[in-house]
């Protein structure tokens, strides 16, 4: 395998991903995204020189529009589906002391 | 004739005349339901009362003449990657387990206004990411022509569904393939969309510039009622086009004649089945003998769709998905500490193994140091294969070649080995890439008696071309239905 992920790298994406693997996850997830970017590599065949990146199939130009509420008052409805509610808000962890 | 052995476009007419009610097929099709899901395991929810329940409101809308349409008084299943109001939406994932939108999808919608009937939510791979549907969070579906295999994905549930009579029609939505594979593999008809003809809104996102949302039916002619109904331009979706050419049923025409049709030899080497080979060769064959120009080509760049695939793919999950956390709904974590490991708990314990392998492998190539090494150079592979496409469709209006390299693989088969997995969407993913339509429409069985499916790739915005193409084909090859009829 010519990739090989660290342990600082998996740690890294845990990170950027915010995933806490258990440690039989980190040896797998090690394994896994080595082979595929071994796999991934195989792009580097390509001259790619000039090209473009392409974000977009085929032509589009960007849309706009005014910013106006259409919808009614759904605040109810949509907290049914929080984990944590009260007084109408989301209840979220303490996040500054 | 069986109610439920009817096309979509059957039973409206039937409807229509009078000759069956919506309720009926409503209570036949929910029977059934009954009858086949612990073999078959298509559907998350099935929303019994409330189909019963809007079939007597549509029949009383068709018989006061508000609802006329050829879809009208038709029940069908939605992928459960798709917003209904009121009703749970899952995406097969633990993380979304108890989500109950306050919106329909906008395709949902465009049904729902031509008089659908919305039996529930199919069984998928979770958030769209497999192509077998076992990696859903709520257990396998099974391939109705023979329950030891899969039924493919990751819209499995919903060519299960159509296969097995649980519905008339279903919507699925394609990434990669996920439209045209399980069609293939479950032996019914499924069109994935030119990128923006069908409203994303209200699908929940995995590959955004590679989603788009399509119908598998039973037959080719359901095919093109069902996209007249769902492609409509939205203004909810920015990517979303105006639309033009949408009488897709005006394509339903028998005649191929100076049809350009090219075939890639690259997707006829190694790796092939061959008894998917001969089968699509074959049906090749039918169309040159019905006047098509048929010759082989070389496409190019074939290889290279699935490193730039899941590149593109796993960078755009890692971000749509940053929104699962645990606040706004969905799963949150029992015991925490603190914010930061509230959100790495829920999300840990809410996806499973394939999503997270994914969202891993999209933050690394969008990470700093690595973004233009992998994301960056995937986009510029993505150039070249449309550019390839757009070469190939400047001298034939058609390309053809087999969905996936072989028929429907046995349950457990195909996890163990992500990249063998991944290299079964060799055919279907390269489509996506360019934005174009790609059509799946039944060609054989192989020897085990299980489905093969044609591709048919057309340029964008020509899905007529492809309708009519398969149309063509349908008609010459004849009814598909399995040996032995199943019992109703």
Known sequence: MANIISDETIEYVGILAKLELSPEEKEQAKKDMGSMLDYIDKLGELDTEGVEPMSHAFPVKNVFREDVVTNQDMREEILKNAPGEKDGMFVVPRTFE | ?488
């Open chain 2, 1 to 488: 004739m069986n109610i439920l052995e009817m096309t979509a476009v059957e039973l409206a007419a039937a409807i229509k005349n009078k000759e069956v009610t919506v309720m009926e097929a409503t209570e036949a099709v929910l029977k059934q339901i009954e009858k086949k899901e612990d073999e078959f395991h298509c559907y998350v929810t099935v929303d019994r009362q409330g189909a019963l329940a809007r079939a007597e409101e549509v029949q009383k809308k068709i018989d006061q003449g508000e609802l006329s349409g050829p879809l009208a008084g038709v029940p069908v299943a939605i992928k459960d990657n798709m917003c209904t109001e009121g009703m749970l939406t899952t995406c097969s994932s633990r993380i979304l387990g108890n989500f109950v939108p306050t919106f329909s999808s906008e395709a949902v919608l465009n049904l729902q206004n031509a008089g659908a009937v919305i039996l529930g939510k199919t069984n998928m791979d979770e958030f769209a990411m497999g192509s077998t549907t076992e990696t859903s969070a709520f257990g396998v579906t099974r391939n109705p022509w023979n329950s030891e295999h899969v039924p493919g994905g990751s819209s499995g549930g919903s060519a299960a569904a159509v296969a097995a009579q649980e519905c008339f029609y279903a919507l699925g939505s394609d990434t990669g393939g996920s439209i045209r594979q399980p069609a293939s593999f479950c032996g019914v008809v499924g069109l994935k969309p030119t990128y923006g003809r069908v409203s994303r809104y209200g699908l929940i996102a995995y590959g955004s510039s590679l989603d788009q949302i399509g119908p598998l039916c039973k037959d080719v002619t359901d095919c093109a009622a069902i996209m007249e109904v769902i492609a409509s331009h939205d203004k909810k979706d920015s990517t979303s086009v105006e639309q033009q050419d949408t009488d897709f049923t005006t394509a339903l025409v028998e005649d191929v004649k100076g049809m350009r049709i090219g075939i890639p030899r690259d997707y006829f080497g190694e790796g092939l089945d061959p008894e998917v080979k001969s089968a699509v060769l074959k049906a090749a064959e039918v169309l040159k003998e019905k006047g098509a120009l048929v010759e082989e080509f070389d496409l190019s760049l074939v290889e290279y769709a699935i490193p730039a695939y899941y590149t593109i793919a796993a960078a755009e999950a890692s971000s749509n998905l940053e929104r699962f956390d645990g606040i706004k709904y969905g799963y949150r974590t029992e015991e925490y500490e603190g914010l930061h490991n509230m959100y790495k708990k829920s999300r840990s314990e809410g996806f499973g193994a394939e999503v997270k392998r994914r969202i891993m492998l999209g933050s690394f190539v969008l990470s700093s140091g690595y973004y233009d090494a992998y994301y960056l150079k995937a986009l510029r592979v993505k150039a070249l294969i449309k550019k390839a496409f757009d070469q190939a469709f400047e001298k034939y209006d058609v390309i053809l070649g087999p969905v996936a390299p072989t028929t429907a693989p046995k349950l457990g088969e195909s996890l163990s080995d992500p990249i063998k997995m991944y290299l079964g969407d060799i055919y279907t993913i390269s489509v996506n890439l360019a934005g174009l339509p790609g059509l799946s429409v039944p060609c054989g069985l192989d020897q085990k008696g299980l489905p093969i499916g044609m591709q048919l790739i057309g340029d964008c915005f020509q899905e007529k071309k492809l309708i009519q193409t398969a149309y063509t084909y349908e008609k010459a090859r004849g009814a598909f239905v399995r040996k032995e009829e199943q019992n109703v």
